[in-house]
């Protein structure tokens, strides 16, 4: 019973304390934005291992998802010969949810997961220790481009899915299944705002806020051995994906009703 | 240092970037010029006015020539009163316009059909001013309204 008690309360402080290194991890990497000169070149670096690699998997599901997408709003539309509507559906559901949701969870999955590895894996191996040593600040030097990199990168990437999404719904939607071309975009900008583009925009920014947090937050406050490296690991995808996916029901609910 | 591969895929990705969203922006969206032109507001008092909503287009036979900025409810003759913002550049409607609400298609959005009235000075016809109201208008039709006026005339017969 007592040890009970004893659990519940180290779990509560555990976790408290948790907040807290994560709130200070966050700070120091938000403070340290990238100079120039020396900062530049290793955001750069971390665009690249963040962002670019992730452009394959981005682009195929974004295509792929607007095609069923579209496959299936057709046949649906099409009983209320209403398959006009074919394009703002598509394209609402794209720049309103699907667009930030699915690339902020495929970007965890692909991306968050490799940066916790890898600051696990520096961390296991002493690298950060030794950047100590030669007075290096590794939040600086370490977690502060992969931040910057990931909150820049994020919301790219969903824009180029809901783009993607939207040629592969006109790819299956016109080319295929027949719908008008005129009608497939009149009637889509006619339907869809500038704001929806806005809100979808501000929805990714803050996915991707929270989904690099998580990932060089496990990464920096991991257990330096291999277990712990991959319980990080796998800790870091399961908890961005739950929030993403929460904060997406609240950000929905403040933003458009 | 940075392996000049890496600034040309970093520069690949941005740029694709910036041309998703400005596809999302002028193709999806389309609001690139029009849209935000400048308005000015004109007045309406209906009876009854459907499922209008705010930001449905104002047409003069189909064409677009302003939106709905407002809908509230005349709380002296609980009777709705919108408020059209009409582009600037249609500006000489003269006082015998009249609005109706019709429907796009038959399941189609609403929308508000002005339609221009003649002009005569003569006879004290000027042309809508700013924030002018407009007298003539005709509800918008009331589906089950409509059965029930049939369903009336014909128990008569």
Known sequence: MLDKIQWLGRTAINVIAGLGRAAFV???AISHIPNVR???PLFIQQVYSVGVLSLIIIMVSGTFIGMVLALQGYTVLVDYGAEGSLGPMVALSLLRELGPVVTALLFAGRAGSALTAEIGLMKATEQLSSLEMMAVDPLRRVIAPRFWAGFFSMPILAAIFSMLGIIGA?????????VDQGTFWSVMQSD???LD??????????????VTWIAVYKGYNCIPTSEGISRATTSSVVQASLLVLGLDFILTALMFT | MLSKKIEFMVGIFVALGIAAFLGLALKVADSGLQGSGDTYQLYAKFDNIGGLKVRSAVKVG????????NIHLDKSHYTPIITLDIFVEYDNFSETSSLSILTAGLLGEQYVGLDPGFMDEELG????????????TKPAIVLEEL???FLFSQSED
Do not use: C, N, T, Y
Not at chain 1, 171 to 178: A, D, P, S
Not at chain 1, 197 to 210: Q, R
């Open chain 1, 197 to 210: 583009i806005i809100k979808g925009g501000i929805k990714s920014l803050v996915f991707a806020f929270v």
């Open chain 1, 192 to 194: 869809v705002d500038m």
């Open chain 1, 26 to 28: 966050l700070g120091s």
């Open chain 2, 147 to 149: 059965i029930g006026q």
């Open chain 1, 170 to 178: 006109h790819l299956v939607g016109v080319e295929w299944l027949g």
């Open chain 1, 38 to 40: 020396k900062g530049l």
């Open chain 2, 62 to 69: 189909g064409v677009v020539v302003g939106r709905i900025s």
């Open chain 2, 125 to 136: 016809i000027e042309i809508l001013q700013p924030g002018d109201f407009i007298e003539d």
